[in-house]
């Protein structure tokens, strides 16, 4: 059992205080990930500040969600697989989409699935890609832009799925019926 706070606008650090509010209004709660978060202002505000970049990239929603669940599946994240699928389906991201990423089973495009794999690639060699995972990425129609943009996201998630693991963030009400364990 973990020993980390969930804070809420009243017994969080002061600097942390606008930064809870904000999640508040955003998402009408305070997410768990954002109340542990509160314990460090700085990692809020960060974190905060990803999460609107990723919503501002050239991804479309679709591909934000393979990104995303790419990245927590891989890690193996009990909070943010749950809460991704929540936001997919907020997102009106498709159930083919969303079951295969939690699955792990093949995506309904030869395009989501690049992106997929190039995803992967990145985390799994710690960034030193091949020239042929590159070229795999652009031949299904992604840029630089996006290569960047894959980083971006993965910061992100970095971010959220060690800070989960350590913290063992509880989920949250609205996202406990999409509970996820990993594939064996």
């Known amino acids: 059992m973990s020993d980390f ?13 606008p930064l809870l509010e904000k999640s508040l209004k955003g998402f009408g709660m305070i997410p768990g990930l954002h109340a542990v978060m509160a314990e460090a202002p ?12 990723v919503l501002d990239s050239s991804f479309d929603n679709d591909e934000k969600t393979v990104v995303w669940q790419t990245i927590n599946v891989e890690n193996a994240c009990h909070y943010c697989v749950p809460a991704h699928t929540g936001i997919a389906k ?3 991201v498709s ?8 699955d792990e089973t093949p995506l309904p495009s030869d395009k989501l699935e690049a992106l997929r794999d ?7 060699k710690h960034g030193n890609v091949s020239r042929e995972d590159l070229d795999a990425f ?14 971006l996201v993965l ?14 963030t509880p989920v949250d009400e609205p996202f406990q ?5 990993k594939n064996k």
Do not use: C
Request: no cysteine; aromatic share 10%.
């Open 5 to 17: 706070p969930l804070h809420n606008v009243e017994s969080a650090p002061e600097k942390s205080k």
């Open 42 to 53: 700085g990692v809020l505000e960060a974190y905060q500040t990803l999460h609107q970049l």
């Open 90 to 92: 907020m997102m009106e």
């Open 95 to 102: 159930d083919d989409i969303i079951n295969a990423l939690r």
């Open 118 to 124: 190039f995803t992967l690639a990145v985390m799994n």
């Open 138 to 151: 652009y031949k299904a129609g992604y840029k630089h832009r996006q290569v960047l943009e894959v980083i």
């Open 155 to 168: 910061s992100q998630k970095t971010m959220s799925n060690y800070i989960n693991h350590i913290a063992e």
């Open 177 to 181: 019926k999409f509970e996820w364990h």
